[in-house]
């Protein structure tokens, strides 16, 4: 018994030390994951820093490419009304050449006839002439013939000249023509590269944000800026005197702003508490998008997550956006008509395939627009 204490000693201990080492052990567990937490917050933080000069590059570069989306329908405007012209002077050409034909046929038939009868010789037939009055008919109608060939010939001069002068305009068109289609052709090739570009930068900015977190927190930040875009357009609204009536009786007969198949994702998940506020409309790149209804543009610009975006206002609080948009063909401050082409269907935003992105807003709160689009 005399042994018990001593060896009691160090259990005692044990125990008594037990609830110091357990909370020792859960502080330094909590510390641990407190600092992982803020590992990877730091690199989730780092790769949206990377990801968001990589969307600065993106942004020049989809703006760029926007730019060069309308030279090029400006160029191709100026082919097909070159083409117009040619084809009209073409036309004028031709006809210029059956009418001298004519005239030609005309004055030599009746060169022909007066030869025939002698008329080509004005003081014979003078000579021939015994009775007055026969004379003065004779001269009457001498003087009104060669009125009307003086006329002819005039004509004919007139149209020589002016065939002549359309075919240099011919000449000038053609030659234009030329240095347009190479003017096109160096545009298609700088937007070949600055495609190119696009797609590198679209790539990296993929390896960047590779984790749900950070496309998540992507989603939102997208969203936060879109929101911030229409509260400002909707602020600059109210300070205008607008006489835009809204669109509360247009339910079911908005115009569809482009022609592809509708793929309605109002309300859907997108990606953790993230959902869609809009619409998609598939499509070709290059395809009109056109307003759904007659307002005035308060936002044209380029938006990360949604690209190339214009918002329309159409009053009362009511307004329409379109994104990932190629090319915006309209400005702030311009109005629009029904069915009016605003922007040219694109993929900008970082998107991999061409789609209209579509939002109906009453204000500011997203609305489904399928209900107020007509039917296809």
Known sequence: MKFTRPLLWPCLFCLLAWPVLAQDDTDQQLKALQEQIKQRQQQLDLRLSDAKELEASLQKAEKDIAGLVKDVKRTRTRLDANKAEQDKLKKEAGQLQRKIRQQQDALGAQLRSAYMTGQHDFTKMLLNQED??????????????????????????????????????????????????????????????????????????????????????????????????????????????????????????????????????????????????GVLFQGNTGDAVRAVHHGKVLFADWLRGFGLVTVIDHGDGYMSLYGYNQALLKGVGESVEAGEEVALLGQTGGQTSPALYFELRHKGQAISPAGWLEKP
Do not use: C
């Open 132 to 277: 007055a009055a026969k004379l003065e008919r004779m001269l009457s109608y001498y003087g009104y013939l060669n009125k009307a060939r003086l006329t002819q010939i005039r004509e004919f001069t007139e149209m020589v000249k002016r065939l002549e002068v359309v075919r240099l305009e011919l000449v000038g068109k053609q030659t234009e023509l030329v240095k347009l289609e190479q003017v096109q052709e160096a545009q298609r090739q700088l937007m070949a590269s600055e495609q190119k570009k696009r797609e590198r930068t679209l790539s990296e900015l993929a390896k960047r944000i590779d984790t749900e977190a950070a496309q998540i927190e992507q989603l939102q930040i997208n969203e936060q800026n879109l929101i911030q875009a229409i509260q400002r357009a909707a602020e600059l609204a109210a300070r205008q005197n607008q006489t835009l009536a809204g669109l509360d009786n247009m339910k079911g007969k908005l115009l569809r702003p482009a022609q592809g198949r509708l793929r309605d994702l109002f309300g859907k998940r997108r990606q953790g508490q993230v959902h869609w506020k």
